[in-house]
C-alpha cells in the first residue's frame, strides 16, 4: 500500500468519525497546551496513522480537568475517541474520548448482565489505584479493591493497557450504569487460615511495608501479618528482604495476624 492511499484510508476513518460516530483507536504519546478558542487547553495527543489528533483533557472522562495530572498516569494508554473536529490542511484533528465513552455505554449496557465476568482494560495507574475502562465507564478501584493482603505500589503490579477480569456486582439499565468488582473474583486466603497458619509457628515471608510500630510481611499470596520488631535487631529489614516471622496471634473475623521477627535472611543476628 503507497503512503498516499494509507494516508487517503486513514482521513476517510477521521471523517467518518466526525460525521457518523465512528469510534477510533489510537495511543496517547504526549501531552501539550493547545490554544482553542482564545483559551489555552491541556491536551492528550494521539498519533492516530500519523495523523496528530488532540484530545482535551476535558474530554477525557466525565471528571477531568483542565490539567495534565490525569493525563500523565494515562501516558501511553490506547484509547477510544470520536472525531469533533478535522482540518486536512494542517493535518491535525480534535477528538473526544468522552463522546466514544458515551457511545459504547449506551451499546454494551443492554448486553451485560449482573453476574457476567468481564473483562476491562487498565487505562490509568497510579501508586494506589488504577483506572480501568469497562463497557465504555471508567472505574477507579483502589489497592485494597484489587486483591486481599497490602499492596504498597499499584503500579508495580499493573500497567496502563494489561487486561484486568471483573465481576458485574449491580446493573442499572435507568442510569445506564454498573458496579463491579474485582477483588470478588479472587479466593479469600482467610477463609481456612487456621488449616494453613499455626499460632507459635515460624514461616518464611517477604518484607512488603512499614507501620508505626513494624512492618508488614507477606507469608502467603493476599496474607501479610504485623510484626513487631525486637529489640536486638541492628537495623530494620528492607522491602523485598526475605525474614522469618514467628506468629503469636490469628484473628480470623478481623483478618489480623499478629507476629514478630524472628530472623533477616542471610544475616547471623536472630532470636
Not at 473536529?85 to 465513552?101: F, L, Q, T, V
Not at 490509568?124 to 485494597?144: L, M, N, S, T
Not at 456486582?169 to 470478588?184: C, G, L, P, T
Amino acid at each position: 500500500m503507497t503512503d498516499e492511499l494509507q494516508k487517503k484510508i486513514v482521513w476517510q476513518n477521521i471523517n467518518s468519525s466526525k460525521e457518523k460516530g465512528k469510534i477510533l483507536t489510537g495511543k496517547i504519546i504526549a501531552i501539550e497546551n493547545e490554544q482553542m478558542k482564545e483559551e489555552l487547553i491541556t491536551c492528550a495527543i494521539i498519533d492516530f496513522n500519523g495523523i496528530r489528533v488532540l484530545i482535551p483533557a476535558t474530554e477525557i472522562s466525565e471528571d477531568s480537568k483542565n490539567d495534565k495530572k490525569l493525563l500523565r498516569n494515562m501516558m501511553g494508554a490506547e484509547i477510544k475517541f470520536i472525531i469533533v473536529e478535522a482540518d486536512r490542511i494542517s493535518e491535525k484533528a480534535i477528538g473526544s474520548r468522552k463522546k466514544a465513552m458515551e457511545r459504547l455505554k449506551e451499546i454494551n449496557i443492554k448486553k451485560v448482565q449482573v453476574g457476567d465476568k468481564i473483562y476491562g482494560k487498565i487505562v490509568g495507574v497510579w501508586k494506589k489505584f488504577i483506572r480501568i475502562e469497562v463497557i465504555g465507564i471508567d472505574f477507579i478501584v483502589k489497592a485494597q479493591d484489587l486483591q486481599y493482603g497490602y499492596v504498597e505500589d499499584v503500579s508495580k503490579m499493573y500497567k496502563v493497557n494489561d487486561k484486568i477480569k471483573v465481576i458485574i456486582k449491580e446493573k442499572s439499565e435507568e442510569n445506564k450504569s454498573i458496579k463491579i468488582s474485582v477483588k470478588d473474583l479472587l479466593e479469600d486466603p482467610f477463609k481456612n487460615i487456621r488449616k494453613d497458619f499455626t499460632e507459635k509457628g515460624e514461616y518464611l515471608a517477604t518484607i512488603t511495608g512499614y507501620t508505626d510500630n513494624g512492618i508488614f510481611a507477606n507469608i502467603a499470596q493476599g496474607v501479610d501479618t504485623v510484626c513487631i520488631l525486637p529489640t536486638w535487631l541492628d537495623r530494620p529489614p528492607f522491602p523485598g528482604e526475605k525474614v522469618i516471622i514467628k506468629i503469636y496471634k490469628i484473628i480470623p473475623e478481623k483478618r489480623k495476624i499478629y507476629s514478630s521477627l524472628i530472623k533477616i535472611m542471610g544475616s547471623d543476628a536472630s532470636e
